[in-house]
């Protein structure tokens, strides 16, 4: 589970001074659901996602993920959390199965745990023919498998995703939307943030959309096309959003 | 801090780094093969030059001593030069280097030396050029010769012995043992050639391990493990200094080999190995003291964690590899110079240079090689050198934890 309390990130910035990354945004994503994060580009998403992850520390507010807090139980946190993000790369130089058996053993798996768990990964995944091959000669769909079992090696309770499509071709985009739809049958916390109308649409059982670091509106899809007399997505997250942006 | 973790980090980086090229080159081959390669080639070329410059006999010319056949004749024979008559412009041509000096006779030289009346023997040259050099050390050398043969045959008429106006000779003798004239010639330029070995080794590195990671993305995957920061940034740093390490025992190794092989080559083996055991015949050969390199690398150690965690600490704060290529670039001159200051004459190691980083390393290598060991200033070198790696490494541990330089993009 995930509960974000008055969550607040702000930067100091040389022009604007301080700058409000995060403003106030609360929410809470229960076990076996998928919550979306709908904003545009510099909506405050990805920084909402790090503070959940522990990547950068909230300047106020708190989150309770996996039962830990952010702020006073980071390394709980991390260890009970698989962050997937587009900035998320891979050590080209290292192959598949030694992709996973690292990260595994920062998550503090045993060397026979992490045979085992390559071992499922690789059956899940399709990966068996490529899991011995240097990931700087894969394809996109390669090292996007690569990248969620190095996600999945520790078998987390929490998913955060950020942005996972962004970059892929189609097939390797329908590949992270099967994967997440998979894990939230195995009763997985998600957290899927996107500017993509149509994966909230296929994925989410609530949204949150966010703008200016603030969490304008949230609710199911269906509360939300209830509440905006709007059928379609875009046409609510552009009410919410306050407007068009280019007129 | 976790162990565990952060010889996990350290065992991937070292995978990661002995699958790279470029870390394999300046790893093993720069200090093993092309920097040896480079002296070689370097020494072999400069011998070829002065060898060649030698066999070719200066053109040099005669202003005047018309009057004076003997001398001119003389002059024209020597083996060692090539005499031609000299043109009007003989200035330019020297200048222009198709003459590399001229020599001018006084009038009347033949009679002037007969009568023993004073005379003056002008040589016009190059000054700094090698070529023109050569041919005054001829030219002085013939008019040398000549002037010693007058003073035997005034001695002679005069009924004087040869001592009368050399009455005694000046001889020199190194009396400094070997390791020490190897220290003094030497000395200083092993330790600036491992300092600077181990500065250049940990730069490619730190640039791939933290700005690399940064900017491929690589850093934030990572950062999403349980695996605390400190652990994380100790496996790279660990990784850094093992690649500076390795450059420097590759370095070491390779000059020893070049040493040994050199040494034989120019002087035979016989001599050489004389010198190795430390014989008495050998002693006009330069050599160094083991115990004194062992020294020189103990005092390196500290100065290696010294530039892997300034490198890594620079290396993080740039947002890209380019970046961190540019501010680390300059750090060679301020090794270098440091480096280069304690090889001039006159600087020598006392107690407040002991506390300038990289100069202090560099002096007291110089004494090490050359046997000597002054405990007081050795003990505050390593000493200092050791607080000033502590503090860049707790440096670049706090800079590894704060987010505003990890997601500086």
């Known amino acids: 589970m995930i509960e974000a309390r008055h969550l607040l990130k702000t930067f100091r910035d040389r022009k604007r001074g301080e700058v409000r990354a995060v403003d106030n945004v609360s929410f809470v994503c229960e076990p076996g659901r998928i919550y979306g994060l709908l904003g545009a580009n510099g909506a405050g998403k990805t920084t909402t996602l790090r503070m959940l992850a522990t990547l950068i520390a909230p300047s106020g507010g708190g989150a309770v993920v996996a039962g830990f807090d952010v702020t006073t139980h980071p390394a709980e946190v991390r260890a009970r959390v698989g962050f997937l993000a587009a900035s998320t790369a891979l050590y080209g130089r290292l192959t598949a199965r030694e992709t996973i058996a690292y990260f595994g053993r920062l998550n503090g798996l045993d060397d026979a745990r992490i045979a085992v768990r390559t071992a499922q990964l690789a059956e899940e995944l399709a990966m068996e023919d490529f899991l011995d091959r240097r990931v700087d000669t894969f394809s996109t769909g390669m090292k996007q498998k690569t990248s969620i079992a190095r996600t999945l090696v520790h078998d987390p309770e929490v998913l955060i995703l950020d942005e996972p499509t962004l970059g892929l071709d189609v097939m390797a985009a329908r590949g992270i939307v099967r994967f997440v739809r998979e894990c939230r049958a195995r009763g997985k916390t998600v957290i899927y943030s996107t500017h993509i109308m149509s994966e909230v649409e296929k994925l989410c059982d609530r949204v949150g959309i966010i703008h200016g670091g603030q969490l304008l509106a949230e609710g199911t899809l269906a509360e939300l096309r209830q509440q905006y007399g709007e059928e379609d997505l875009e046409e609510i997250f552009v009410k919410v959003a306050g407007g068009e942006a280019i007129a | 801090m976790k162990l565990r973790d952060t010889l996990t980090v350290y065992r991937k980086e070292l995978r990661d780094a002995l699958r790279d090229r470029r870390t394999l080159v300046s790893m093993f081959l720069v200090p093993a093969v092309i920097m040896p390669a480079i002296f070689f080639l370097f020494g072999a070329a400069t011998y070829q030059v002065v060898k060649t410059a030698k066999a070719q006999p200066p053109v040099v010319a005669v202003l005047g001593g018309e009057e004076s ?339 500086r993009t």
């Not at chain 2, 083991?290 to 530039?307: D, E, Q, R």
């Not at chain 2, 200092?384 to 790696?389: D, G, I, K, P, R």
């Open chain 2, 69 to 407: 056949p003997s001398v001119r004749a003389a002059l024209a024979a020597q083996p060692g030069l090539v005499v031609v008559p000299a043109p009007d412009d003989w200035r330019e041509r020297i200048a222009d280097k198709r003459l590399r000096a001229v020599v001018e006779i006084p009038a009347r030289f033949d009679a002037l030396l007969a009568s023993h009346a004073p005379a003056e023997v002008t040589i016009y040259h190059y000054e700094g050029e090698f070529k023109s050099g050569f041919a005054v050390g001829e030219l002085r050398r013939f008019f040398g010769d000549l002037r010693e043969r007058a003073l035997a045959e005034r001695l002679v008429e005069r009924s004087l012995p040869a001592g009368f106006a050399r009455p005694f000779e000046i001889r020199t003798e190194n009396a400094a043992p070997p390791e020490k004239v190897g220290g003094n010639t030497f000395g200083g330029f092993i330790p600036y050639l491992l300092i600077l070995l181990s500065f250049t080794g940990v730069i490619y590195p730190a640039i791939d391990l933290m700005a690399g990671e940064k900017e491929r993305g690589t850093l934030e995957t990572l950062l999403c493990s349980p695996a605390s920061r400190i652990d994380i940034v100790m496996g790279k740093f660990l990784l850094v200094l093992t690649v500076s390490l390795t450059t420097v025992a590759c370095s070491l190794l390779s000059m020893t080999v070049s040493l040994i092989v050199g040494g034989i080559a120019m002087v035979g083996t016989g001599r050489m190995a004389a010198t190795l055991a430390g014989e008495q015949g050998a002693a006009t050969l330069p050599s160094l003291d083991p115990l004194g390199v062992v020294g020189v690398v103990v005092l390196v150690l500290p100065l290696a964690v010294l530039f892997a965690a300034v490198a890594l600490t620079i290396s993080l704060f740039a947002r890209t590899q380019k970046e961190a290529q540019t501010y680390l670039a300059p750090m060679v001159a301020v090794v270098i110079l440091p480096a280069v200051a304690g090889l001039l004459p006159g600087v020598e190691l006392n107690s407040t240079l002991a506390l300038v980083p990289v100069l202090n390393v560099t002096l007291a290598c110089k004494e090490l090689v050359s046997g000597e060991w002054p405990w007081a200033h050795l003990a505050l070198i390593f000493g200092s050198t050791c607080v000033y790696a502590t503090a860049a490494l707790a440096g670049c541990v706090r800079m590894f934890g704060r987010e505003s330089v990890l997601f």
